[in-house]
C-alpha cells in the first residue's frame, strides 16, 4: 500500500506532455533532484527525503531568432558509467548540461531537414546506453551522442534510421553491448517499436510494427519491452523476437508515462484518466512467458497525469505531475 506524502510545490505547473518527469537519486548526498517542463522553461528541483524544497533553478532553451521563445519538449537526467548529464530538449535542438543544470557543455541546433515544410521541429525522447546519449526527432531519426568522461567534446557519431513518424520516447537497460543482446527501444506516434543492440555502431534487431496508435512512454527491462499507448494499454512484447505476450487494459485514456523500477521489475503506468498502476512483472523460468501481477492504483482526482518516476530503484516510492498542477506529488509505501 501507499500513501500520499508532502507535496513538492513548484514555481510553475507542468506542461501537458508525456514523460514530463525527471527524478535522479543521490543516495550519498541523501538528496533527489526532480526536472518539469513548463513551456519555454524547465524547473530543476533538489528535495530532502521528507520532500522539504532545498533549491530551485530554472532553465530555458537557447535563445534565436524567432519571435516567441521556443517550447521545451523534455528534460531528462542521463546517467553514464562515468558522469551524470542533464539534456534538455526543445523546438530549436537539444541542449546538455551538468547535472545540476549550472553549466551548459553541449548544444546541437536542429536543422530544416528534421521537419517537413508543414511540420514543427522539435526533439524529443532522451537516453543513456553505455557512453552514448540517444535523442529522438520529429524526423523519426534517432542521434547517437558519443559522450567523453569529462569536457565538453561531444559529438554526434551516428544517426539511426528505423522509423517514419516522430520519436515519442527512447528507453534502455544496463546489459549494453553483448552480443545478440537488445538494451535500446526506441517508439514513435505511429506506434511502431524498434528494438537496438547499442555498441560502437547501433545494430536494429526487431521492428515491431504499429496499429494506428501512439506510443507515448516505453521501458525495457530483461528482455522485456514495456509499451504505453494512445488507447489505454500496455503491452508487453519479448525484445528479442518482438512477439506480443501481455496486453493490458490499463487505462481509460492515454498512457502518459511509464516507469520501471528495475531491481524488482516493478511498472508504474501513468495516464490522462487521472490514475496511477503498478504492476509487477515476471518471466517464468519454465515457459518463458511473461507474467503481470497487480499491484497498486492511485487515484489523483481532477489531475491530467503527464508524468510519473519511482523515486527509488526498489519501487517504495514515486512521484507525479499533472497538466496545469503546481506541485510534485510524493507516495510512498505505508
Not at 522509423?163 to 534502455?172: K, N, V
Not at 512512454?217 to 514495456?226: K, N, R
Request: glycine share 10%.
Amino acid at each position: 500500500m501507499f500513501r500520499r506524502e508532502r507535496s513538492i510545490p513548484l514555481r510553475s505547473s507542468a506542461a501537458a506532455l508525456s514523460n514530463n518527469l525527471s527524478v535522479l537519486q543521490l543516495p550519498a548526498r541523501d538528496l533527489t533532484h526532480f526536472g518539469v517542463v513548463h513551456g519555454p522553461s524547465a524547473q530543476l528541483l533538489s528535495a530532502a527525503p521528507e520532500g522539504v524544497p532545498l533549491a530551485q533553478r530554472q532553465l530555458h532553451v537557447k535563445e534565436g531568432a524567432g519571435v516567441s521563445p521556443p517550447l521545451i519538449t523534455q528534460v531528462h537526467w542521463c546517467v553514464l558509467p562515468f558522469r551524470v548529464l542533464l539534456v534538455l530538449t526543445s523546438h530549436r535542438g537539444i541542449q546538455m548540461y551538468e547535472s545540476d543544470g549550472s553549466v551548459m557543455v553541449y548544444w546541437h541546433a536542429l536543422d530544416s531537414g528534421d521537419a517537413s515544410s508543414v511540420q514543427a521541429m522539435f526533439a524529443r525522447g532522451i537516453a543513456a546506453s553505455v557512453h552514448f546519449i540517444c535523442v529522438g526527432t520529429c524526423s523519426g531519426r534517432v542521434l547517437v551522442f558519443d559522450i567523453p568522461a569529462k569536457g565538453p567534446n561531444i559529438v554526434l557519431s551516428e544517426e539511426l534510421a528505423g522509423h517514419q513518424t516522430p520519436i515519442t520516447d527512447i528507453a534502455t537497460e544496463r546489459a549494453q553491448g553483448q552480443d545478440g543482446v537488445a538494451d535500446m527501444v526506441t517508439a514513435d506516434d505511429s506506434g511502431v517499436l524498434c528494438v537496438w543492440r547499442s555498441g560502437p555502431e547501433f545494430t536494429l534487431l526487431t521492428r515491431i510494427p504499429g496499429f494506428g496508435v501512439p506510443c507515448p512512454s516505453v521501458q525495457l527491462w530483461q528482455g522485456i519491452v514495456a509499451a504505453g499507448y494512445g488507447n489505454g494499454q500496455v503491452r508487453l512484447y519479448d525484445a528479442s523476437t518482438g512477439a506480443l505476450h501481455v496486453q493490458i487494459s490499463a487505462h481509460a485514456r492515454t498512457i502518459s508515462a511509464l516507469d520501471l523500477a528495475p531491481e524488482v521489475g516493478k511498472l508504474l503506468s501513468a495516464a490522462e484518466d487521472t490514475f496511477v498502476h503498478i504492476w509487477k512483472l515476471n518471466r517464468n523460468p519454465e515457459s518463458g512467458s511473461i507474467e503481470v501481477e497487480h499491484c497498486h492504483g492511485e487515484c489523483v482526482s481532477d489531475t491530467q497525469v503527464c508524468g510519473v518516476r519511482f523515486c527509488d530503484p526498489l519501487g517504495s516510492s514515486f512521484a507525479v505531475t499533472g497538466y496545469d498542477l503546481a506541485e510534485i506529488l510524493r507516495f510512498g509505501t505505508v
